[in-house]
């Protein structure tokens, strides 16, 4: 089996922090990332400063990305100015977020999800025209912060509905950590069957300590791209309590003693964890940075 691992610390791993990182060193995070052999990596974020700070130099970042054969750049987008931006900066990859729930939509996007569902059919169209690789991701498909519970056949009449859009990849996310195992796989067997010409793809945070299960159970039930974050770290401004993504390294510990090929390698992305973690001043949620390989190499 071979899985691809998307590396979202550069983007949905810093926006979160209060603590401004610069350009500089975001580009070293993706330099160091390209490095230990992560191929795709979602790079930067191009929405209102305003709203996420830490994202104000989305430009700046990718213009100091180092450019390798095979190695691919992901920007979120919200809208056309978004896409603009995205455009000039030479991202290989869009993603749009649709929210599962009105409630968390309109605190994110300031749209209802059916508004969010025209968004990014206009945008899937016109990244499509560009010769885009077009991502769009169902956020709190497994729960929402403030609607609570999202029932499966809500999310799969959402996954429906974007599919319409012809996505080259659908992305389904716990936002706030909330998921089990039994969701994931009914939710992963539903999407496979609605959406049957989209990769699929799964992004996990680990609020609950349920993200790694979720994991397993996505590639079980045949999910072949997961989102990962150097050092766990992560979350979302708009989300209470939503913290860290499931951690690179150990997820890549799991995937290697189960024989699953990655072709990435685990030493310089637990250094990179450690680096991060003395960066922004506080140890890193990953546990490979502690407790080290096994066996001891």
Not at 103 to 109: C, D, E, H, I, K
Request: charged residues 20%; aromatic residues 4%; contains cysteine.
């Amino acid at each position: 089996m071979k899985v691809t691992l998307v590396e979202v610390a550069p983007r949905d791993g810093l926006q979160n922090e209060s603590e401004i990182v610069s350009a500089t060193d975001k580009i070293r995070l993706v330099h160091r990332s390209v490095d230990a052999g992560l191929r795709r990596i979602e790079a930067v974020s191009f929405v209102d400063p305003r709203r996420v700070p830490q994202m104000a130099d989305a430009e700046a970042v990718m213009a100091g990305v180092p450019r390798v054969d095979g190695v691919s750049y992901a920007g979120l987008i919200f809208n056309d100015r978004g896409l603009d931006r995205a455009l000039e900066a030479g991202v290989d990859e869009i993603n749009v977020v649709v929210v599962a729930t009105d409630s968390f939509s309109l605190r994110n996007q300031g749209c209802s999800t059916a508004q969010g569902v025209e968004r990014w059919a206009k945008l899937a169209a016109r990244a499509r025209a560009a010769g885009l690789f077009r991502t769009v991701t169902i956020a709190a498909a497994f729960g929402c912060p403030f609607a609570g519970e999202v029932p499966e056949a809500t999310v799969l009449e959402l996954i429906r509905r974007v599919a319409a859009a012809e996505p080259d990849e659908i992305a389904l996310a716990d936002t706030i950590g909330v998921g089990t195992p039994d969701q994931v796989r009914a939710l992963v067997v539903g999407a496979a069957r609605i959406a049957p010409e989209a990769t699929l793809r799964c992004h996990f945070h680990n609020t609950r300590n349920t993200g790694y299960a979720n994991a397993i159970a996505a590639l079980e039930s045949g999910v072949r791209v997961l989102d990962s974050s150097t050092g766990g770290i992560g979350g979302c401004p708009f989300a209470p309590l939503a913290t860290g993504n499931i951690a690179t390294e150990d997820v890549l510990y799991t995937l290697n003693r189960m024989g699953v090929e990655t072709g990435v390698r685990i030493e310089p992305v637990i250094e990179t964890g450690v680096w991060l973690g003395e960066l922004l001043g506080k140890p890193a949620p990953a546990l490979l940075g502690r407790a080290g390989l096994f066996p001891p190499r």
